[in-house]
């Protein structure tokens, strides 16, 4: 089952099924593996894929010398050759429609058909935001459902639905911290993250206008509560803590340490990147949070990673729910109103503004909504269980192989942590990653968290079977066995991608982000 | 003349008032591809153990830590060209940015030569 290939007879094997090479072909292609020219490259400057009446040249001009004087250079492509264009590159994309897309801290799980139909549905799809309420009650109406059931599953009483990705819903949060403690008196200057947290947490704060200091983890990969009380005081705004954290380890102190903020008189953000692996099992309210963000296109199913627009509402604590963002939606007798600027008055005088001019991601409110509703309360709680069962099962099955510095600290929660712990001297987590690519599959988190050296995060989520995770366990050992061997020919992979390795370094060092046309011959 | 190093894989180099800090040979090669530094500015201030200066590899972005409280003389105006110093030279060209040093009694506690060796290796 972990030999690859052994299924049946490739045209690039001998009877053993050993790689031969084949002749160089006229076009580049092999086969189905097409090469793809730039979009600038297959189309002439002089040549148009559209039909347009001839300009009368003859009228006044009135460009009030503003006039093109030199060709734009855009290419000009006929329909088909546009299609096939992107058809094409799109065969040399990897997504979770392919296969396994193990990024840790990235929950890629499979986006169910059934949110598709539901988004596409013409009441949905062709609404336009500032269409008056009487004709939107439906849309309202799966906002404010939506809504309830998130604030249900994390025990929290507000919620802002407006923030559009996961770090706009940090800010959100980070700022309504900021206005609840402006609005009592008591600016504070700084925001603590553990040393093991996402980068965008350090990175909100400082936007918000924060000095972020570091937080210690513990040997065993969770927050050093002690470290953490020691630095409490007067001058700490709030603490960011991601729960799982992004060692795959649920933070077993996070009431107590919620407990010591609030008693120092600061506020608990947590960053809830990784609810997956709680959802149904732990409600955040009762550990004291006072602000999250619920990443929609992770644990809620909807695509993400190039295939879709994030989404990030924010559940609040009773002491955020004042100053959380316009706008919202409430029910009243009378259905369902978008409450704004001119209708809040005084019961939301203390919001310390909007985050966005719409009501947020509505294509992937009605995704989500669909997912909750299809799954149940009882299916929310198991796609948490079956994420956490599927990434142990990576864990244990690695750890003999890979070395894994938390496998001690308990179960994983819902990603797996490796190192690059004796692999041969000169192959490193980027040899392996690449080695990957030639097994079939996008490459896991790597060099993430920066507490473990040469990391390797890799979270398979729920939609894997175990036939599925099987499988890609036989690619991880085998690629993992080469790297520790000192195998040559890792360090060159990937050998069957359509492009070999790219230099990456003189891709930062120097790079071409503008197409420029060919000096003429 | 003397040279120290800290736990954050800075070294440092004193030449009367003047302090030449850079980043150990451990530290570059662990970043792996340097791609892009960020030098403090002529007249900044810093303070010990306060970031002064930012170097990004193709794997991560790291703050470097000033090891010793001054004010910023230059930044090495040779790593914005080019910033593969860090990588080739990093314990000579690839300085990071002098600094007078207004403290020499912060030096104490620093590791010399050996001393960070022995650092490393327990690593």
């Known amino acids: ?521 | 003349m003397s040279r120290y190093f800290t736990d954050e894989h800075e070294w440092i180099e004193i030449e009367g008032d003047t302090a030449t800090i850079g980043i150990t040979d451990y530290a570059q090669s662990q970043l792996g591809d340097i791609v892009f530094v960020e030098v403090p500015s002529a007249g900044t201030q810093v303070t010990k153990g306060a970031d002064a200066a930012v170097v990004e590899s193709v794997k991560a972005a790291s703050d470097v830590y000033a090891p010793i409280a001054g004010t910023v003389l230059e930044g090495n105006p040779a790593l914005e060209e080019d910033p593969a110093l860090v990588n080739t030279a990093p314990e000579t060209d690839g300085w990071f940015f002098k600094l007078t040093v207004a403290d020499k009694s912060e030096l104490d506690g620093l590791m010399d030569e050996a001393g960070y060796k022995a650092f490393v290796a327990g690593l």
């Not at chain 1, 297959?42 to 039909?51: E, K, R, S």
């Not at chain 1, 192959?427 to 790597?446: F, N, Q, R, V, W």
Request: aromatic content about 6%; overall charge negative; proline content about 7%.
């Open chain 1, 1 to 521: 089952m972990n030999a690859p290939n052994k299924s049946g007879w490739k045209p690039a094997m001998n009877a053993d099924g050993e790689s031969i090479g084949g002749p160089a072909t006229h076009t580049g292609n092999r086969a189905l593996m097409l090469e793809e020219k730039l979009i600038f490259e297959i189309g002439g400057t002089d040549t148009t894929g559209v039909d347009l009446p001839a300009p009368d040249l003859s009228a006044p001009r009135r460009m009030g010398g503003l006039d093109r004087d030199a060709r734009i250079g855009l290419p000009g492509l006929s329909e088909p050759e546009t299609v096939r264009h992107y058809t094409r590159l799109s065969r040399q994309n990897y997504a979770i429609d392919l296969g396994l897309f193990p990024l840790g801290s990235c929950t890629m799980k499979h986006n169910p058909r059934l949110n598709e139909k539901v988004a596409r549905m013409p009441g949905f799809a062709d609404l336009h935001p500032m269409a008056p309420s009487t004709t939107t009650q439906g849309a309202l109406a799966v906002i404010h459902e939506l809504g309830e059931w998130l604030k249900t599953l994390t025990g929290m009483p507000a919620v802002a639905m407006s923030p559009k990705a996961g770090a706009h819903g940090e800010l959100c949060g980070i700022l309504a911290i900021r206005a609840a403690l402006e609005a009592r008196g008591d600016a504070r200057k700084v925001v603590l993250c553990p040393e093991s947290a996402h980068g965008t947490n350090p990175a909100t704060a400082a936007f918000a206008g924060y000095e972020v200091e570091d937080i210690p983890a513990t040997p065993e990969g969770r927050v050093d509560l002690a470290a953490l009380e020691a630095r409490l005081g007067p001058d700490v705004a709030a603490v960011m803590i991601t729960n799982p954290n992004t060692c795959g380890l649920f933070e077993r102190d996070f009431r107590k340490i919620a407990d010591a903020v609030h008693a120092g008189g600061g506020l608990v953000y947590c960053d809830g990147a990784n609810f997956n692996a709680i959802v149904g099992r732990v409600r955040p309210g009762d550990l004291g949070v006072d602000a999250m963000h619920i990443n929609l296109h992770k644990t809620f199913s909807t695509p993400h990673g190039g295939g879709g627009p994030g989404s990030g509402p924010v559940v609040f604590s009773e002491a955020l729910a004042p100053f959380a963002p316009l706008p919202f939606v409430e029910k009243n007798d009378d259905g369902f109103v978008l409450v704004e600027e001119e209708t809040a008055g005084d019961r939301h005088s203390n919001s310390f503004g909007r985050m966005t001019a719409f009501h947020g991601q509505m294509g992937m409110f009605t995704r989500a909504l669909t997912y909750i509703l299809s799954h149940g309360a009882d299916g929310l709680k198991q796609v948490a269980e079956d994420a956490v069962l599927n990434a142990n099962y990576v864990l244990r099955k690695l750890e003999d192989v890979l070395h894994a510095p938390f496998a001690d600290s308990g179960p994983c929660m819902h990603e797996a942590l490796f190192g690059d712990k004796g692999f041969a001297e000169g192959l490193s987590t980027l040899d392996l990653a690449k080695g990957l690519i030639d097994e079939g599959y996008h490459p896991m988190t790597m060099y993430f968290p920066l507490v473990v050296h040469g990391a390797m995060l890799v979270e398979p989520t729920e939609t894997e079977s175990k036939a599925a995770l099987d499988q890609f366990i036989g690619a991880m050992r085998s690629v993992a066995e080469r790297a520790i061997a000192g195998d040559e020919t890792l360090k060159t992979a990937p050998h069957y991608a359509p492009r070999r390795r790219l230099d990456e370094t003189l891709a930062a060092r120097k790079p071409v982000l503008a197409w420029a046309e060919p000096a003429a011959e």
